[in-house]
């Protein structure tokens, strides 16, 4: 057990639709990021939050966004779903102080859009 | 740009072989490197990392050692078991900011 949980495990809605996808942090890690996992296995790095604040973005279609709330829990907004954006979509934290890179991950989401 | 590359999968091998999969990056700066693993169903996890040039990491009889001089990272282990199993991704952080660059990931099948 990382210490990071995401929910919801499974989610299967319809094309156009809109979700949101929830991750809590280790305790006391500050920065969150998250990730999508196509099914060729490709991890795709979308977006970083430090302490509240957007740090780094990656391949984050503009039907995306995400924030992360002062308790430092993460949500990922998907909305105008298309079957495209079914994968997994991973979360994960770390300290955020220098020299410590390593991330440790959630188990998961996994989106089917229909 | 920092890049990680790492042989394409999927490698088979029989229980007990000895397994290479090899990991190669390009970075500026001194980057920290990682292996991480994902079993089946599950999100990655550490499994091993080095922090600096020679440095050896090792975990659940995995190793990789970090060439400065060849740039790689390869990941070795003397005796697989089926229940190695898993996607192994190679990846490297701290040459600016947080972010961690992947390699694609290696599918490895361990037969009986």
């Known amino acids: 057990d990382s210490g990071v949980t995401q929910t919801p495990k499974h989610l299967i809605t319809a094309t156009g639709q809109r979700v949101t996808l929830r991750c809590s942090p280790r305790?006391?890690?500050?920065?969150v990021y998250w990730y999508q996992q196509s099914l060729d296995q490709g991890l795709q790095f979308l977006i970083q939050y430090y302490n509240g604040e957007e740090r780094a973005k990656g391949n984050i279609l503009e039907r995306f966004s995400a924030q992360q709330f002062p308790d430092l829990h993460s949500e990922l907004n998907l909305s105008s779903l298309e079957l495209g954006d079914s994968a997994l979509y991973f979360c994960a934290s770390t300290p955020g102080t220098p020299g410590t890179y390593e991330q440790y991950f959630g188990p998961g989401t996994r989106l089917t859009v229909t | 740009g920092d890049s990680v590359t790492q042989m394409e999968g999927p490698v088979t091998l029989s229980e007990e072989a000895f397994l290479t999969i090899n990991c190669t990056y390009t970075a500026t700066g001194y980057p920290s490197l990682f292996w991480y693993v994902q079993y089946p169903g599950e999100g990655l996890q550490l499994l091993l990392k080095?922090?600096?040039?020679?440095d050896k990491g090792s975990n659940k009889g995995f190793e990789a050692t970090y060439r400065k001089e060849t740039t790689s990272f390869h990941l070795e282990k003397g005796s697989v078991q089926v229940s190695d199993s898993a996607v192994y991704f190679c990846?490297?952080?701290?040459?600016?900011?947080?972010?961690?660059?992947f390699g694609a990931g290696t599918r490895l099948f361990v037969k009986a």
């Open positions: 990846a490297l952080s701290g040459t600016g900011g947080f972010k961690t660059i």
């Open positions: 305790s006391g890690d500050l920065s």
């Open positions: 080095a922090t600096k040039a020679d």
